[in-house]
T-cell receptor, first 110, second 112 residues
Framework: KQEVTQIPAALSVPEGENLVLNCSFT??????LQWFRQDPGKGLTSLLLIQSSQREQTSGRLNASLDKSSGRSTLYIAASQPGDSATYLC?????????FGAGTTVTVRA | NAGVTQTPKFQVLKTGQSMTLQCAQDMNHNSMYWYRQDPGMGLRLIYYSASEGTTDKGEVPNGYNVSRLNKREFSLRLESAAPSQTSVYFCASNQGPNTEAFFGQGTRLTVV
């Protein structure tokens, strides 16, 4: 069974600092890995999708890396802003199933 | 651009009552999914439909049934609600297993 772990569970940083969010998974036989953002009481918003053959993916201030052999992904958010405060979820896809981590809750202090 | 639409957004049920959660997507996606999200448990897959006309069990299917009505719509039915089914339910869709998944805004269900 795929196990997905996100560390840390919570993170508080001052505005302008770079954010580093970690995700690890136990089974490297994956199709892809997807990072989501979830605001309180809301649905999941897709941020980045990395295919298993890719090493990284970038979108604006966001950069995600994938090391499939070691079962790790990292999401970097550059120059954080208060609007980046949310819970970030990592999910890995094996066949039709997405397995989720518990998330990292980020607070960016103005 | 609606994406994935879920109805209702909130629902309170009494134990033993039945209800159907509705989900529709307008992206012409082949695959649709139902997840539940519980504090400390993360998101868990209840059922999925890889393509129109097929459905399969996920991690936690007990107490639920699904119907893939057509390519756009995938409903989740609770036949006899239990307090353990109090949760936030999310519907998702994608074109196939190798593509980006999109989620609805969720249905917050309380069973008393």
């Amino acid at each position: 069974k795929q196990e997905v772990t996100q560390i840390p569970a919570a993170l508080s940083v001052p505005e302008g600092e770079n954010l580093v969010l970690n995700c690890s998974f136990t089974d490297s036989a994956i199709y892809n890995l997807q990072w989501f953002r979830q605001d309180p009481g809301k649905g999941l918003t897709s941020l980045l999708l990395i295919q298993s053959s890719q090493r990284e993916q970038t979108s604006g201030r966001l950069n995600a890396s994938l090391d499939k052999s070691s079962g790790r992904s990292t999401l970097y958010i550059a120059a954080s802003q208060p609007g980046d405060s949310a819970t970030y979820l990592c999910a890995v896809r094996s066949d039709y199933k997405l397995s989720f981590g518990a998330g990292t809750t980020v607070t960016v202090r103005a | 651009n609606a994406g994935v639409t879920q109805t209702p957004k909130f629902q309170v049920l009494k134990t033993g009552q039945s209800m159907t959660l509705q989900c529709a997507q307008d992206m012409n996606h082949n695959s649709m999914y139902w997840y539940r999200q519980d504090p400390g448990m993360g998101l868990r897959l209840i059922y999925y439909s890889a393509s129109e006309g097929t459905t399969d069990k996920g991690e936690v299917p007990n107490g639920y049934n699904v119907s893939r009505l057509n390519k756009r719509e995938f409903s989740l039915r609770l036949e006899s609600a239990a307090p353990s089914q109090t949760s936030v339910y999310f519907c998702a869709s994608n074109q196939g297993p190798n593509t980006e998944a999109f989620f609805g805004q969720g249905t917050r269900l309380t069973v008393v």
